[in-house]
């Protein structure tokens, strides 16, 4: 494979130095792959690749090498990098001799259509980028319609968030709102019953009622649901604690709730 | 408060070192707690603290003085450091002056005595020490009454298991067996019905019957449970997976099992 050689003065080098630190604007939600698994994952998810980075000096399985013409011929460009390159963008021990800058999928409230019981998380405030890629791979799992984020602190590029996601971020549907007045009634003005996910004058999350279109809202690892989501009326659900903790981590309570409204919308 | 004060050179000092990076036997399981935080649950929870240091020029906050009076009060031996000591010892950013070695409590299955619906979650090969941590978290959320290690992977003294567990690390029974079917046969002489969290051949895990006692068996992060817990004729059951993704998080789907076992048992 023939491709330009490019070194680390290289505009598109800086661009994943930007993107990796975050001091640049990333309008396109473009989010850096490393590594052979996360080259099958942007393969099989056919997900938009901007920039390739190959280093063949960097690579020692056959896989790789096919998966290295494939990528070249999916992004929109291609260039050779040396060893040296690829120790200063990546931040893997071993990158395979892959990297790319690929695009996450964007989304409207406009593109989504809901059915008869759809389900969706809203994670108000969240901070922990591991904790949110984990959700995204159990909304993934349970066949949550989407993901709503509300007074976001972690972004979705994130390097932990993409690698605790497992890659089941480039097919679960997320969608921001500026303000958590809007997010909730978008949610009402779509017919889906909120649930705020907290311990206090709470209904037992079994007794709870998950028919027609159901909304969870669970908070921050610190601080909880923010308060702007107290003002339009909707029930709390707990998951009982039961020992001398006070909290369960988020993505655990959420995976919880995800799980119950699913059972008891599917009958299981 | 008058204490000793130590240097870098001292013994106590660096067997901290040893004890954070894993480099000397370890059979007391000690651990380094560091802060505030972490001293108030050493002292609620009232857990053998083997020795203190105390930095007085790292202590800006009134209750870390009177913890550190407290713990000192408490502990075998305590010590006065300088910061640069400290730094040499702490993980962390800003450990608020207080450092200790402190002990988890140890068990033998004859510690143990279990109620009719007893509930308890064996983990095999888990390799991840936040996965252990936040997995605690959890069994002392939902009542269980202990956590069984197989085919162990990651110390329980680890930081980031005490971290994820947030304290509860010191109240949550833990038992480790040497040999799978060790576990197996002790769980069968207690009568408890044991439950392989497998997707394949595997029962939708909301018709389990969780009647009695019940044990739980998930697997490492990479290879799912290890062979030889297959040996003993045991059920699977599986949370039913939805999307692109073939597996949970194992702390996430260790904690819908309990969580459904807790409510079935309690007739949530």
Redesign the interface.
Known sequence: MELQAIGVQHPAVRQVQHIQNNTAPNRYKLFVAEGLWAHNMLLS?NAPIDTFFWCPEAIYADEAHRRAEETAARAERAFRISLRTLEKISERDKPDGLLSLAALPRWTPRDLRFGRSALVLVADGLEIP?NLG?LI???????ADALVLTNRKTRLTHPKVIR?S???IL??PTLEFEEVAEAAEWLSSQRFTTYLADTDEAL?Y??ADYSGRTALVVGSERYGIGKAWYEHGHSRVA???????D???V??SA??LL?EA??RKSR?
Do not use: E, F, K
């Open positions: 998810h591991g984990t791979r159990t909304l993934d799992a349970c066949g605790a497992q890659g089941t097919s679960v037992n079994r007794q998951v009982p604690m039961l020992g001398s903790g909290s369960l981590n993505s655990v995976s919880i799980y699913r059972a299981w």
